[in-house]
């Protein structure tokens, strides 16, 4: 009797056992989001931004793809899987069909956005490998796209944060939600391309690119009385190039005042940081949130390049970029009201190596008067008509009016000052 109860207890330990380790997978959710999008003035519809040495506002300011005229875009199609190995060992996958780069081969695998690997090794440890965002601001890697508020995310998110890399990640998570949770992150990534690019590179995967040197992140967020959340991070990196391949960078002749030499522009490697403090507050009436980053702009706009001869993109080696966000909406049951205050100012210190200020004074495309500097400012009033009140996430539809700066357009033939232009976003979002 003693002997069948023991092989009975065995059986049934051995069977949970199995059980916990078999292998699954489950379709955790899909998101579908729709625009609409119509200019409200000619300008931004006909004009173009300043050219590269003309302002330099072109490659600084980033207005969507899809504010073009009027037009209806998918804006995203997400597909989202998860699953488990072991007990402690699980993975997920993110991929969205409609960035597909079949018009353009050998470009970063779009698809694909997020494949992580995570190993809980330790109660409150675990280790991720694989590609994802790296934890750095609010909006971008702490809220949802299905829970944005807006027709997209703030300039700081979209700029400096949205783009997956490949590397590991490591976070320690301890305490209680309901009084106070703090959670530790450290990252180590490729930081092989440009952010603007996607970031979802191997290393040595294009010409002239594979650094021997990575991305460090580090981020404490904590959530505390279950409503409030906070957090600071930090972003290093330098060149997206090897060592053998920097080119020493001839000095542009336009660099007159206090410009760096060769080696020194080929020794700063780029070096690109992001800092950052955020707060977010969340009820059932209302919620706010606030985040501010600075740091250098770096490899975002290189002085560094496979070849030599060609012109930095920008216009100081350590010129610094500095943002700021507010945000929040007024709940009424399905009905929510919206509001957004968005600066991002890619030159905060006003630093260049001109005779005279690039942005404003007299050149080829800056008429004497104007102001192209790259400071700009995003103000958004928006109505969020939400399915389901208590879960913001299942679905909605947003329609929102963006009032942009007034300077990042230059004129044209028969028009004076600074050119902007506002537009009016649709959005249908469901998610399941």
């Known amino acids: 009797m003693k002997i069948s109860r023991i092989a009975g ?19 955790d959710g899909v998101l ?21 040495g003309a302002g330099n506002t072109s490659k600084y300011y980033a207005l969507d793809s899809r504010f073009q005229e009027n037009t209806f875009a998918v804006k995203r199609s997400e597909v989202y899987l998860s699953g488990t190995v072991t007990d402690t060992i699980s993975w997920n996958i993110m991929f969205d069909p409609n960035n597909s780069n079949a018009a353009a081969p050998g470009a970063p695998n779009n698809v694909l956005q997020d494949f992580v690997l995570t190993w809980a090794f330790a109660p409150g440890f675990n280790v991720k490998a694989g590609q994802f965002k790296m934890p ?3 909006e971008a890697t702490l809220v949802a796209a299905r829970e944005i508020l807006f027709f ?20 320690y998570t301890y305490g209680d939600a309901k009084a106070f949770q703090g959670k530790l992150n450290l990252a180590i990534s490729n930081g092989t391309t440009d952010d603007g690019a996607g970031g979802k590179n191997n290393e ?14 580090l981020r404490f967020e904590s959530t505390f009385l279950s409503q409030h959340k906070a957090g600071a991070y930090y972003r290093e990196g330098v060149t ?12 542009p002749a336009s660099w007159t005042v206090g410009a760096p030499s060769a080696t020194q522009i080929k020794d700063n490697k780029d070096k690109t940081t992001l800092e950052g403090v955020y707060y977010a507050f969340n009820c059932p009436t209302w919620q706010v949130s606030a985040e501010y980053a600075t740091g250098l702009l770096g490899r975002r706009y290189p002085t560094l390049f496979t070849a030599a001869g060609t012109a930095p993109l920008r216009e100081h080696l350590d010129q610094k970029f500095t943002g700021y966000v507010v945000d929040g909406a007024l709940k009424f049951g399905n009905h929510w009201i919206t509001g957004r205050y968005d600066m991002l100012n ?3 210190g006003d630093n260049w190596y001109t005779a005279f200020n690039p942005y404003k004074n007299t050149t080829a495309g800056v008429a004497t008067g104007n102001d192209y500097s790259p400071k700009y400012t995003e103000i958004t009033v928006g109505y969020n008509y939400v399915f389901i009140p208590t879960k913001q996430s299942a679905g909605k539809i947003k329609l929102d ?23 009016l976003v649709a959005s249908l979002m469901w998610s399941y």
Do not use: C, H
């Not at 059986?11 to 199995?18: C, K, V, Y």
């Open 346 to 348: 890619y030159n905060s």
């Open 32 to 52: 579908l989001e729709f625009w609409a999008t119509q200019m409200m003035d000619n300008n931004l519809r006909m004009n173009a931004t300043a050219a590269p």
């Open 204 to 217: 040595n995967t294009v010409a002239g690119s594979g650094n021997a040197q990575k991305d460090f992140t």
């Open 401 to 423: 009016y963006v009032m942009r700066s007034k300077n990042f357009l230059a004129p044209r033939a028969g028009q004076t000052g600074e050119q902007g232009g506002n537009s």
């Open 240 to 251: 997206n190039l090897k060592d053998s391949t920097m080119s020493a960078a001839a000095v």
């Open 136 to 138: 750095t601001s609010y």
């Open 9 to 27: 207890i065995a059986a049934l330990l051995t069977a949970g056992f199995a059980s916990a380790q078999t292998p699954t997978i489950k379709l």
């Open 152 to 171: 997209e995310r703030n300039q700081i998110n979209r700029r400096f944060a949205d783009a997956r890399d490949r590397g590991l990640w490591f976070s």
